[in-house]
Structures are given as C-alpha cells and as structure tokens.
C-alpha cells in the first residue's frame, strides 16, 4: 500500500463519515399531528385580519409603519413568545402624498397611474411634456439623447402575460432599471405598464432605483387599461401630450426596525429555525397578500409548536422584516448583523408570495442533509406539496440575503397566480386571503420548522456555506 | 234578424278584421343574410373603440360631452345617414373634481369612495363625523333624529349577491333614497357600500335624488373591500370618526343635446323604428360598456341595413341619448319633444347594459303584432336567443319614458354579468368588450329593426297606448 493509497483510505472514510442528518420517527409522528392542528387553526386569520384592519397600509417609514411596529410586539407577547426584541433598519424614507395624470393632447382625458418608489416628484404645477415610447430597455439604452431629452418615456412591455411568456421578473427589470436608463439621457420622467396581468385600472406600484450619479426624476405605472389608451392613442400618429403632478419622493433617512420573536427550543435553544415575512407594505392596498398573511403563517406555525407538550430541540425565531419593498431593508441588515453567527440559523423559510395553497418544496442544504429534507417532504405529502429534489430553494425575499451569507434554505412555493393579481395594488386587501389555503400554509410552515428543529444533525448552514460559484 | 244582432254582425267583423301584422318570407330571407354580415361586421368595434379613445369619459354636462356630440356628429355623417340633427336637453349640471375619505379613528386609514351624482360638497377643508350604520332604509327611517344628526349614515347591505338574492335594484334604492332620508334627519353626509359584485378597491357611483325642500349633503359609495374595512372596524365598537373631502356638486344649468340620426325608408319614410344607446358616461371609465358600445351596436346595426340593395319600408332612427346618468334626461326630453306623433315610432329597442351577448327577447306590443314578433324570434333564434313570449319588453332605460308615452318595445337583453361588475366604476374601459359577442348584438339589433321596419301593419303604438293600468 503506497503512502498516497493510505492517505486515501484514510481520507475517505473521514468524508464518508460526516454522518447524515436525519429526522427521528417520533418527530413525524408528532409533525403529522401539528399538520392536523394547522388545518383547524384561525391564529394566521385573525393575524392577518388584525394588522390589516387596525393598521392598514403601512407604508415603510410612515407613521403606520410605527404603529405595525408596536402591534406587531404587542401580538408577539400576547402570544407568549418567550423574547421579543427589536433590531434597528434605517432607509431612505420615501413619502407618496398625491398623483394625478391626464393626457393634455390630443385626446383630452385623465390616466389612472401610481407613483413608483424613489420616483421624484415633478416640479410646483406638474410636468408637461410629450410621450416617446420604446419596445425595451435595449431599445431605450440604444436611443440617442435628443430622442429622449425633455420627453417622457414610456415602455408598455411590461405586462405580465403566461400566455406572451413574460413575467414578473421580465417587467421588474424595465421597472427597476428603466427610469435611471432614461434620466440618464435626459428624459423629463419615465411611465411604464403595470406589471401585472389584470384589466383593472388599479396600477401596479414597485421600487425603482436610481444608479449613482443619475438624477432622480418622476416614475410611474400606469393601469393596464391606461397603458392600452396611450397605446392607442400614440398608434394614431399624432404627438401625445401628457401632464404627471406627482408630489412623493425621499425625505431624508428614517430607522425601523425588524421585530423579532423567539419561542425557545428544548435543548439546543441556540440554534434556530428562521422564519417569519415582512411588515411593510406598499400604501395602496392595506398589505394583506404582501404580506401580513406571511407574517401570520409564520407566526401561527411558530405558535402551535411552542404549544406542544415537548417543544423542539432548537428555537423558532420569527423575524417581521422591515422595508422589503423598497429594497430588502430588513433583510439585508440582519444577514450583516447576524452574518458570523449564522450557523446558529439552521434552516430558513419566509412567506412572501400571498396566502394561497403551497404547491412545491425545495431546498439548498449542504448533501448530508439530503435525506433529511426528504422526510419533510415526506410529512408535507398529504398537503398536496410537490418536491422538486434538484432545484435550489433560498428560502424567500427576505431571507435571500440571509442564504448568501450561509444559512440553508426551504422555500414552500405557493400558487401566486392570485397573488401576482393584486399585490402592490389597491386591490391587496384582505378580501383576496382565503381561511383554507392560509391554514394550509400555516401546516406546511409548522409541519417544516417543527421537523428541521427536531432533526439530528444541521443543514450546512456556515458563514460563506452557499455563496454561488462566480 | 234584430237590429243588434246586425249591429253586431256588422261589428264584429270589424273587431276581428285588425288585421294581424306580418313579416313577409322575402323579408326573413334579407334578414337571415343581414345577420351573417353583422357577424363578420367591425364598425361597432371601431365606433366603441373610437368614442372611448378619442372622447375617453363624458359626464353629462361636461366639456368632454360636448365633445362626444361633435364627434358623434361627424360619425353619423360620415356613416352616410340621410338626416343628422340634435334636440337640445337641459339639465342641471353636476361637477366632481375631487373627492377623499380616510378613518380618522380609532385605526387611521384612507378609505376608497367616490361621489353620488347631485352629491353636495363637504365644507372647505372636509367634513368629520362619527359613523352610525343601518341595516336599510326601513331601520334609517325608523331611527330618532338624535341617533342621526349631524353623523355620517352608513348602509352596507347594497352589494349585489346573486346567492344571497339582492340585485341592482335592491341596492340602487338605498343609493337613490338613502341620502335625502338621512338630510331629512339632519345626517352630514351619507355612505353606502358599492351597488357592485366586485371585491374590486374601485368604488361604483351612480345618482341620487334628493326630494324638494331636503338639503343636498355629501353622499358618496365605498368599494367592497373599503365598505368590509369599515364594518370590520365598527365591529370593534369603538366610535368610529370619518374625513370625508368631496369637492363636487350643482353648477346651475347646461343645455347639451340628443343627437339623432336617421337611415329613411323606402316607402314609408315618416315611420321608422327607434333604436340608440346614451352618449354620456360617468367619469370614472371610458363608458365603453356603459354605452359607447349600445351607440355601437345601434349605429353598427343600422349603417348594415342602410347598405342593403332595397331598403326596408320604414326608417331607422338612432339616438345618442344626453344624460342618462344622472336621471334619463334625454329620454324624458325625446318622449316629452315626439310625444304627440308617437305613432310614427312604430318599436323601439334601445342598448344598454354592455356590450355582451343578448340571451332573451321580449316584447310589448299590441295583440295582432305577435306574430310578427314571433317571426321576429324566430330569425333571432340562430343567435343562440330565446323568446319569452309572454313577459313584457319595454325597449330599455331611454326608451322607458318613450315606451311610457305610447311607443310598442322589444328588448333585446344581455348577458350582464360583467356589465354589473364593471359600469358605473374606472374599469368601464374598451378592454371589457369582446369583438365577438359585440357582433352577436348587431346582428340582432339588424335583424329585429330591418324586420319590423319591413313588417305589414304596425306594433300598436299611439299615444297612451302601454301605459300601466293603475
């Protein structure tokens, strides 16, 4: 036997060696029980009735962002959540207090349209200017300046649409980049369609950024039953003359915070499963889809495990994120925050995408804990969720921060067709969550936490564990 | 033989001779024809699409609507009908320009409602009250003044739910009546939930009355979800206390117009059937299914019949009604101005409730005519149109005063499922109509105009002829 032969025999068996995560059967037997209790439970309604109707929109830095902050804590501890803390956030605070548009020429007539976030406001008595549209943003960038300089832009390729196969994601991009690409070629203010599938005049809000050194000017959305009108209204050849009077933008900087809430583990309370969604929401609906309902699913879970006879052996922490729609705010301060210590956060999972029925699991943990995952999708079978055992799973908005500094993830992918309908619109409003598929959230969330808590062994979670390859 | 029996012999025969209308089988022939044209026919799409692009929203009174007459005008014209001319109706002119509510307490948030027609004003920088809720207009009028004066009046049982059986009717009562009531018992203004299906934040107007000597107060409808909002919060039974900001109200008179276009007859030109739709909309939408599309189908219909070989032997008259919205004031005018040569609208069928497929047809005619509509339904009944021979058909909303007046009717109803959902709210907009089953609704609107204007022997109209038995 050469050296190098020994050294592998050596090595191999080390390797082999890292033994498998697994999850004990008294665990499933009691998981199997918690998904009963969860399908029966009203906690995740009546979370989701409260914060909606006794806040209402709450708008990240406005007075009812404060307001959710302390309703948030006084629920936390009348829930008997063994610590519930704070941890500060600050932002830029961006304010909406009105928005009016109307087509001056040649057709007389007012659009129904929405501020997006970080749009500036137009100067004292609005804007007037004429329209100019494009087919993309590589359309745009390829534009000369005298093109664009002084007019409005416009881009109305941004509907969500399965059918044409584009899709949140795709309208996000001209919606993210579309304003800052236009300022920088001296465009008087950017409009762009609703990205959104619905024939509802309701426009479709969402954050904008604008890149160093580009001026802010005035971004919106408009409906798109609107973005139809203009379109038909610039098809007839004519020059197309709008007004936009929109009085919003940022008003210096503002500290939230994440509210946070622990339900203490049985013997290793040090390590915890992280959940929770996110407190803020667009000021256009009162949030219910985006996301008290997240928040409530994770509280309910969090809640019908602490109220086990034997409570798991690690912690369930429960995070309500601050500003996640302007830009991930929450999330970002506590990946930094908790960043040397995120081994402690053994696996994570956050509702953010409404309260209709989960449809799929997936996960990214490191491969021993393979097997692992494998039983929770087990127990989470005879909810009607899929496993899709290849596909990354980071574990949600808010926690994508979180993973990229090393925590393991399970996403619980819910049907969002509802959801993709009325977020960041008026319309997101309590009326759209329905009590049987927010329970069966509430299971799946409960059935998830309660076993990786229970669960012998981790899931890779290390500072730098999941960084993607470059 | 005594002379009474002769009298009679003579007499009846004379009864019995009303010689029974017909249509005559060339005509049904031309009619089956006309109705595979109007199925492949575009002009009530671009006509629909034209006065809501190019016109957009035209309250009654505004300057939008003078602008839908001039292009209504100039589309009759260049339609080739043989006679364009408009009949001045004079109304009181109701303005909105803007209008917000939010909760003051206990849970401060805005709220989405919009304005009644003949809704006064709140006082310059708004109006705060508490709210006090009634079950209907019973329990309002049952109330003692006290409970009432100077509050906001709430009724929310005026959504329209096909399960639990209350209709448009039902809710339009409390939207009618509701506001004078509650003046009369000193309320500061008056709210009720939408008269609409829809868990849509786009609340639906529509008009109020209030009865002389009763003070005008700020009277305006929540969006289903705003009206959930509200109930929810009273439940909690804390006071609930309002700001209501509605800046609208009566700016004295406006004279606008019915415009009225006529295709004439071949060999009784003098006689002719009456059709049209209203050409003011609310201002909330584009008005497409709320009636730029009935002005459609009735022009569309007509322009087909006006382009046959031979045409039939009376004429075709369409109407644009002015102001339905706030009171059917072009109707009242139309049949008030022709109600002496009533005679000479030999049937009248006006569209309004959308654009969607017509599933019915009834009619009010005099005895000896029912076979002639008969025949009518039987050329309808390719069309997927059934006949309910023996219920009663007034010819629709403008024609109501028209057919009150002595004018025979067949009304052509339709699916008006979506129309519900949608008029009287922003998303009355052109992306509600369906090209196909507009084109079902020309069809029958040419086959029924083209057969009775071709009929042998009238409807029974005359003056006085179908007014209700006390």
Redesign the interface.
Same mark, same amino acid.
């Given at each position: 036997m050469r050296l190098s032969t020994l050294a592998l025999a050596l090595a191999f068996p080390l390797v082999a060696a890292a033994a498998p995560t697994t999850i004990p059967d008294a665990a499933m037997k009691t998981a199997a029980e918690l998904r009963e209790r969860a399908l029966a439970d009203t906690l995740a309604w009546e979370i989701t009735?409260g914060l909606t109707?006794?806040?209402? =929109?709450r708008l990240a830095g406005s007075?009812?962002d404060a307001r959710a902050r302390e309703w948030m804590i006084a629920r936390f501890k009348a829930l008997g959540f063994d610590k519930v803390w704070t941890e500060p956030v600050t932002y830029p605070k961006w304010v909406r207090r009105s928005e009016h548009a109307e087509?001056v020429s =040649?057709?007389?007539?007012?659009l129904?349209l929405t501020a997006l976030g970080y749009s500036a406001a137009t100067p004292d008595g609005g804007l007037r200017a004429e329209v100019v549209a494009f087919e993309s943003l590589e359309a745009l960038q390829a534009a000369a300046r005298e093109a664009v300089e002084g007019r409005i832009v416009y881009i109305g390729t941004t509907r969500m649409d399965e059918k044409a196969g584009r899709g949140y994601g795709q309208g996000s991009q001209v919606r993210g980049r579309g304003p800052s690409l236009a300022s920088s070629k001296g465009a008087a203010a950017f409009l762009l369609r609703s990205v959104g599938p619905e024939?509802?005049?309701?426009p479709h809000t969402g954050v904008t950024r604008f890149e160093d050194g580009v001026a802010a000017i005035p971004a919106a959305a408009l409906s798109?039953?609107d973005a139809?009108?203009l379109e038909?209204?610039l098809k007839r050849g004519q020059p197309v003359v709008l007004r936009l009077a929109l009085d919003c933008g940022i008003e210096g900087e503002y500290t939230g915070a994440n509210v946070i809430a622990e339900m203490r583990g049985r013997s290793r309370p040090n390590e915890y499963y992280l959940t929770g969604g996110h407190l803020d929401s667009w000021d256009l609906?009162?949030g219910a889809v985006d996301d008290a309902a997240g928040i409530a699913i994770a509280t309910a879970a969090a809640h019908l495990i602490a109220q086990l006879p034997k409570r798991p052996a690690r912690s369930i922490r429960v995070v309500a994120f601050a500003n996640e729609e302007a830009g991930l705010y929450g999330g970002r301060e506590y990946a930094e925050k908790h960043r040397k210590e995120i081994a402690r956060a053994i696996l994570g999972s956050e509702s953010d995408a409404g309260s209709d029925r989960i449809v799929k699991l997936t996960a990214t943990v490191k491969p021993e804990a393979r097997g692992a995952i494998d039983r929770i999708a087990e127990a989470l079978a005879p909810l009607g969720i899929e496993y899709d055992r290849n596909a990354p799973g980071a574990g949600g908005s808010d926690l994508s921060a979180v993973h990229a500094v090393g925590m393991a993830g399970l996403s619980l992918h819910q049907d969002t067709t509802r959801y993709f309908a009325w977020h960041h619109?008026?319309?997101d409003?309590?009326?759209?969550v329905d009590l049987e598929q927010l329970r069966q959230n509430v299971a799946a969330y409960a059935v998830a936490m309660y076993l990786a808590a229970e669960a012998k062994g981790d899931f890779g979670s290390k500072p730098g564990a999941f960084a993607r390859k470059p």
């Open positions: 009735e109707t006794e806040v209402g =929109p007075e009812a087509i =040649p057709f007389p007539q007012p129904a024939d509802t005049r309701l798109n039953p139809d009108q038909r209204i609906g009162t619109t008026a319309n409003t309590l009326d759209k």
